[in-house]
């Protein structure tokens, strides 16, 4: 028996990798789950009808009891994947994984020694970094203090994103991703939303997984255009559900100005200081606590910092 790994038959951690086209990449992710120092898990990758030879390389792992593979019939985007993952998931929890990222070791000893101390926790995340592809730091992410109301810190921006975060087989089995095209880029944050909405959010204040930075992350690929009308669809289908709208009604201006927040970024990332701080300013407007948070000061800072290296 391998350390960690437990004598019932289902395991403790389901680990879903939805994947496209990354035949050059996903071996370091499912390495870095072999890897873990807590072993009681089973690996769902749900390939998104690749064109290249992803499935082909996968063979070789899936010599691996623990590794199950499903190939989509038709391309669906990330939102199905996800959900086929969850469909597929046995275990006790479940973590989401891009096929060009990776987890640190301890990651799952981490969030198995969390479940057991906080057996209410339904979900809960740990923290992450950005790394280049050759493993060199880049970023380190300002996750707000985790404690007082999560819910309205996660409206402000999705410090989630879709990596170190863990639910339990209820709640995974009860939610799904949005699959609507117009909401391809923030399915994650507005996945997330709805359970934090529900759910109190638990952390464990370490670092324990890396996003990799490469030229072909989907995330580089976004357009200030196609971020606006994602916007105007979710603060619509918050409006509109009743349910969601009794839960985030009160809250969508906050919402709303993460938007802009994050607007802001992709602006300043695309050098566009101009168009930065108006998004910057609209923020404010629609919520000003947003003026306290390391995010905005980062944005509003960042033309000035630049000048002074030039």
């Known amino acids: 028996m391998n350390p960690g790994q437990q004598s019932n038959s289902q395991p403790f951690f389901t680990v879903i990798i939805p994947t496209y086209n990354r035949a050059h990449l996903i071996g370091k992710t499912i390495d870095s789950v072999l890897d873990q120092t807590f072993q009681d898990f089973e690996i769902v990758i749900v390939d998104n009808k690749s064109t290249d030879n992803t499935t ?51 990651s799952l000893a981490l969030a198995h020694d969390f479940a057991l101390k906080n057996t209410a926790s339904k979900v809960f995340h740990h923290y992450y970094e950005t ?63 709805r359970v934090v909405a529900d759910h109190p959010l638990g952390v ?13 992350r989907t995330v580089m690929q976004n357009k200030i255009a196609g971020i606006l009308v994602r916007k105007d669809y979710y603060m619509n289908k918050y409006r509109t559900n009743p349910e969601l709208a009794s839960r985030l009604g009160k809250h969508l201006h906050i919402f709303e100005a993460g938007f802009y927040l994050y607007t802001a970024t992709v602006s300043y990332q695309a050098r566009l200081y101009g168009q930065g701080y108006m998004f910057l300013f609209r923020a404010f407007l ?15 800072l960042s033309p000035i910092k630049n000048m002074i290296r030039k």
């Open 56 to 106: 082909e390389m996968l063979q070789t792992y899936l010599r691996d009891p623990r590794i199950t593979l499903y190939v989509q019939k038709e391309n669906y985007e990330r939102s199905n994947s996800r959900n086929r993952g969850m469909s597929l998931a046995t275990g006790k929890y479940s973590t989401f994984l891009d096929s060009d990222d990776i987890i640190y070791k301890d």
């Open 204 to 216: 464990i204040p370490k670092v324990a997984a890396a996003i990799i930075q490469h030229d072909e």
């Open 286 to 300: 629609k919520y000003p606590p947003c003026a306290f948070t390391i995010v905005f000061w980062k944005i509003l």
């Open 131 to 193: 790394v280049d592809t050759s493993g060199k730091h880049v970023y380190t992410y300002s996750f707000p203090p985790p404690s007082g109301d999560m819910l309205k810190k996660l409206l402000q921006g999705n410090f989630l994103s879709c990596i170190g975060v863990f639910t339990s087989r209820d709640i995974y089995t009860k939610y799904l991703f949005d699959e609507n095209k117009a909401s391809l880029g923030s399915e994650d944050w507005d996945f997330w939303i």
